[in-house]
């Protein structure tokens, strides 16, 4: 069974390997590889050090919220096997469609028989608070730097604040949910969605939204500050202000995609190169590269070993069988 985790996750990391190195020949063609590889020469790789750093941060603060999330919703999952488990799910960000983070609910219900229905949530909750601390990020910056563009930030901010809205109202969540009800082949399944809805009322009713947010806005200002240690690597004259619009934004941009592979990596250059007055296209390609192995890449690398460490801890992950058939195998913590 472990050995299938590690087959199947190594094939992702190939391909995604393959497609990262093929965006970054055509962005390096297209910038001169020569000005590339000249721009990385005069990085200051002192400056590594803090960069990881504050990726660690990002890191760590995600997963207080994480683990903060289980605890609202009662789960006993235990904090070192909690901590194993979230650093595994930094691997999975890579997996199609993201689905590999449902890798995080399967492990706590394998060591705490909690039922997915009803921490399937947190997930939900912890990345939604990531994406609006990233919307609000890129807000600050939006109408200076990217005005016509500002509807990218709108609409999906609207959508959000519906969707609280709806969730917040019982009466309203409910009439959802007899409407989801309804439809074919779900009636079997709609006393799932309820314990669902619960659990997402508990994790982002107003207070732990408020403080799960903040947490989101700490992280997420670590890794756009990461990007101006970056650029100042690479002697680019940026402010922190641009810094964080850039970031943000292409992170946004990219939200669709395992990773924001190619999307992200777009934006960082094409953002630099559009915003950043006396950048270079070589320093642009350099700096998105770089900025995406410290907060991406090391992110993945890292999961890679927790994967051993939490398919030790639950006796082995197939990921061939899928998260919400497999049957709940609870273990003492």
């Given at each position: 069974?472990?050995?299938n985790?590690?087959?199947?996750?190594?094939?992702?990391?190939?391909g995604?390997i393959?497609?990262?190195?093929?965006?970054?020949?055509?962005?390096?063609?297209?910038?001169?590889?020569?000005?590339v590889?000249?721009?990385?020469a005069?990085?200051?790789?002192?400056?590594?050090?803090?960069?990881?750093?504050?990726?660690?941060?990002?890191?760590?603060?995600?997963?207080?919220?994480?683990h903060?999330?289980?605890?609202?919703?009662?789960?006993?999952?235990?904090?070192?096997?909690?901590?194993?488990?979230?650093?595994?799910?930094?691997?999975?960000?890579?997996s199609?469609?993201?689905?590999g983070?449902?890798?995080?609910?399967?492990?706590?219900?394998?060591?705490?028989?909690?039922?997915?229905?009803?921490?399937?949530?947190?997930?939900?909750?912890?990345?939604?608070?990531?994406?609006?601390?990233?919307?609000?990020?890129?807000?600050?910056?939006?109408?200076?730097?990217?005005?016509?563009?500002?509807?990218?930030?709108?609409?999906?901010?609207?959508?959000?604040?519906?969707?609280?809205?709806?969730?917040?109202?019982?009466?309203?969540?409910?009439?959802?949910?007899?409407?989801?009800?309804?439809?074919?082949?779900?009636?079997?399944?709609?006393?799932?969605?309820e314990?669902?809805?619960?659990?997402?009322r508990?994790?982002?009713?107003?207070?732990?939204?408020?403080?799960?947010?903040?947490?989101?806005?700490?992280?997420?200002?670590?890794?756009?500050?990461?990007?101006?240690?970056?650029?100042r690597?690479?002697?680019?004259?940026?402010?922190?202000?641009?810094?964080?619009?850039?970031?943000?934004?292409?992170?946004v941009?990219?939200?669709?995609?395992?990773?924001?592979?190619?999307?992200?990596?777009g934006?960082?250059?094409?953002?630099?190169?559009?915003?950043?007055?006396?950048?270079?296209?070589?320093?642009?390609?350099?700096?998105?590269?770089?900025?995406?192995?410290?907060?991406?890449?090391?992110?993945?690398?890292?999961?890679?070993?927790?994967?051993?460490?939490?398919?030790?801890?639950?006796?082995?992950?197939?990921?061939?069988?899928?998260?919400?058939?497999?049957?709940?195998?609870?273990?003492?913590?």
């Amino acid at each position: 069974m472990a050995g299938n985790l590690v087959h199947r996750f190594r094939r992702w990391v190939i391909g995604a390997i393959a497609l990262g190195a093929l965006l970054y020949l055509a962005g390096s063609v297209w910038a001169g590889l020569a000005r590339v590889q000249d721009a990385l020469a005069t990085f200051r790789w002192s400056l590594a050090v803090p960069v990881l750093a504050l990726t660690l941060v990002n890191y760590g603060l995600r997963f207080v919220k994480w683990h903060y999330l289980l605890r609202r919703l009662g789960v006993p999952m235990p904090l070192r096997d909690d901590a194993w488990n979230f650093a595994s799910g930094l691997a999975m960000v890579i997996s199609p469609g993201k689905a590999g983070e449902l890798l995080k609910p399967w492990v706590v219900r394998e060591r705490t028989g909690t039922p997915m229905a009803r921490t399937v949530p947190a997930l939900f909750a912890e990345r939604l608070t990531d994406g609006i601390a990233m919307l609000l990020l890129a807000g600050l910056g939006v109408t200076t730097f990217a005005a016509d563009k500002v509807h990218y930030l709108t609409i999906p901010g609207a959508l959000v604040a519906l969707g609280l809205a709806v969730l917040s109202s019982k009466r309203l969540s409910l009439f959802a949910l007899d409407l989801v009800g309804r439809l074919p082949g779900l009636r079997r399944v709609a006393h799932k969605f309820e314990e669902l809805l619960e659990s997402a009322r508990t994790c982002l009713a107003p207070a732990p939204l408020a403080l799960t947010l903040a947490l989101s806005l700490v992280a997420w200002g670590a890794e756009c500050l990461g990007f101006l240690l970056v650029l100042r690597g690479l002697d680019v004259p940026a402010t922190l202000e641009v810094a964080v619009f850039i970031y943000a934004f292409a992170t946004v941009a990219g939200g669709a995609m395992p990773g924001g592979l190619g999307v992200a990596d777009g934006a960082l250059a094409g953002g630099a190169v559009a915003l950043i007055a006396g950048i270079t296209e070589g320093q642009a390609v350099a700096a998105a590269l770089l900025v995406r192995v410290a907060t991406l890449w090391f992110g993945v690398g890292l999961g890679a070993l927790a994967l051993f460490r939490v398919s030790s801890m639950v006796g082995g992950i197939d990921l061939d069988e899928s998260p919400a058939s497999a049957q709940p195998q609870p273990r003492s913590p």
